[in-house]
């Protein structure tokens, strides 16, 4: 899903500097504005260190994902990759499984694993063989001596919550050479606030219509000072066949696209991680679950139905004032 910010000018006391990369199987923009150094400098930074998450945690690249699934275990594995596995093992608990970090082999089958894959509705065998190794259960993981495995062929695959990370380390390394820095990074609709527009005005990000006939048309706007807002939505990554969608967002106990009525699902949290592997999990849930049980781990949640109807999460609404 693609979220878009609109900035509505009155003046323009600082200047910001845009810059759009392809990275994480998206499109990724970095505004940013410093007083303090070239900002840049600062999209230079933020995208270095984008690009070398890319490669270190994409389960297609020669990363060290890519080799837990090839080799099935790891041992001393580094602080940040355990930070991440033992996120994504959380986010799974919390979620009862709607988010699930080893759907990798489903996510092949169905052609969603990469742009030029070829994408079609597999057999019902092959979505059972496939099920028979997916499951964070099959994730063997000991913080303390930095080992992983993976048992019954299961791969894994972080890509709902790397991409989240990535927005936060730029932020992060954004913030460490210009503390006063402001802006905003999108990855493809997990946007992380640098910090408010010209340092007091909050980003007017406006929520795609999942129905609409261009990124342009929008449902609902959010103001963001700081934190992230993620956005999963069946229009994202998707193709038709005898008239039904079938979308990438895959639910971990069918082996089929999700379907419960939800068409998009976005999350505001505390970090882009966070909103970008909960907007996951809310598509999944579903209306009740995901609106009223998600927000108890910092997920504020809208959801978009079929018939165009939304629903919110109790304080959602805070982020929808000026």
């Not at 093992?89 to 988010?99: C, K, M, P, V």
């Not at 807002?229 to 979308?247: I, L, M, P, W």
Request: net charge negative; proline share 4%.
């Amino acid at each position: 899903m693609v979220l878009l910010i609109f900035v509505f000018f009155r003046q323009k006391p600082v200047e910001y500097y845009d810059r759009t990369e392809y990275l994480l199987g998206t499109y990724v923009t970095i505004r940013v504005s410093s007083s303090k150094m070239s900002p840049v400098a600062l999209a230079e930074a933020a995208l270095s260190e984008i690009k070398r998450i890319d490669e270190k945690f994409g389960s297609r690249t020669n990363g060290i994902i890519a080799e837990l699934n090839r080799s099935g275990e790891l041992h001393d594995i580094d602080k940040e990759t355990s930070f991440l596995i033992k996120s994504a093992l959380e986010i799974s608990r919390n979620t009862s499984g709607a988010f699930d970090p080893t759907l990798y082999s489903l996510t092949r089958l169905w052609g969603f694993d990469d742009e030029s894959s070829l994408r079609r509705i597999p057999s019902e065998d092959e979505i059972e063989a496939a099920l028979r190794s997916t499951g964070f259960s099959r994730i063997t993981f000991d913080e303390k001596t930095g080992y992983v495995s993976l048992s019954d062929g299961a791969m894994m695959d972080l890509g709902a919550i790397a991409k989240g990370y990535a927005v936060d380390m730029a932020i992060a390394k954004i913030k460490a050479l210009d503390e006063g820095a402001t802006g905003f990074i999108d990855a493809g609709g997990d946007i992380g606030v640098i910090g408010p527009k010209y340092g007091s005005r909050p980003w007017i990000i406006g929520v795609r219509d999942p129905r609409g006939e261009s990124v342009q048309d929008v449902i609902e706007y959010i103001y963001l000072y700081d934190g992230a807002v993620a956005t999963s939505g069946d229009y994202e990554r998707f193709f038709v066949e005898d008239n039904v969608r079938y979308h990438h967002i895959l639910d971990p106990e069918t082996g089929y696209p999700s379907r419960n009525g939800v068409i998009s699902a976005t999350v505001i949290g505390r970090s882009a991680m966070l909103a970008d592997a909960y907007a996951t999990a809310a598509f999944v849930i579903g209306m009740e679950p995901g609106v009223t049980f998600l927000p108890r781990f910092g997920a504020l949640v809208l959801l978009v139905m079929e018939d165009m109807s939304t629903f919110k999460s109790p304080g959602f609404e805070v982020y929808q004032e000026r």
